[in-house]
Every structure is written in C-alpha cells, then in structure tokens.
C-alpha cells in the first residue's frame, strides 16, 4: 500500500484547507484510517481516525469541532476538513493505515502504513 497526503499550504489563522489521502495499491477501504501531527521540535501526534465504513469517527481534543474527517471507499481516498485553523496546528500531517487487529486509534505504533506527509502551516 502505498499513502500519498496532499492538500498542506499556507493559510491565515482562522482559514480553512482539506487534506486528502490517496491510497495505491491494495485497497484500504477495510481499515480503520488515521492522521497524525508533527510539529517542528515535537513528537508526532493522533489527530483523527475514522473505521472503514466512517461510522465512526475519533479526535484528539485539541481539533474537536474544528477538524473533520472522513473517507471515500470508492475513490480510496481519506480526506481531513481543518477549519477555524490556529497557529498551534502548524504541522506536517501524515495519513496512515490501522494495522489489522490493532487496539488503539491514538497509538502511532498500532499504524503500518504511512504517507509521506504534508506540510500546513498557519500564520498568525
């Protein structure tokens, strides 16, 4: 599998961009999909998961009611709506793949597939 992320930028605090995560290869469209956060001199973080048929969704509280995720099976793609965006969300934004039979949205090592990332960066 392969996760290509794009859709980062540079945008004023209080903008909005859309992220989106294509996946080649084998299908993701069973998994549970992730992105994570890293922050220049700070570890990577969990920012949102959505289960394969987006009935379910998960945020870190920092983005809750700000950021939305969720998925297109059919196009096997994975997209990340950040809005009202804050300084604090400069980042680069990776997607990942929930390894099959994993516990922990939030854990990064529950994640075997990764995107290269993309860079976002809020102005203030």
């Known amino acids: 599998v392969q996760l290509q992320a794009y859709g980062g930028g540079l945008v004023q605090a209080g903008g909005s961009l859309r992220l989106s995560c294509a996946a080649s290869g084998p299908t993701v469209s069973s998994y549970v999909m992730g992105w994570f956060r890293q922050a220049p001199g700070k570890e990577r973080e969990f920012v949102a998961a959505?289960?394969?048929?987006?009935?379910?969704?998960y945020y870190t509280d920092s983005v809750k009611g700000r950021f939305t995720i969720s998925r297109d099976n059919a196009k096997n793609t994975v997209f990340l709506q950040m809005n009202s965006l804050k300084p604090e969300d400069t980042a680069v934004y990776y997607c990942?793949?929930?390894?099959?039979?994993?516990?922990?949205?939030?854990?990064?090592?529950?994640?075997?597939?990764w995107g290269q990332g993309t860079l976002v960066t809020v102005s203030s």
């Open positions: 959505i289960t394969w048929s987006g009935g379910s969704t």
């Open positions: 990942a793949r929930f390894r099959f039979g994993g516990r922990n949205y939030y854990m990064e090592d529950e994640y075997d597939y």
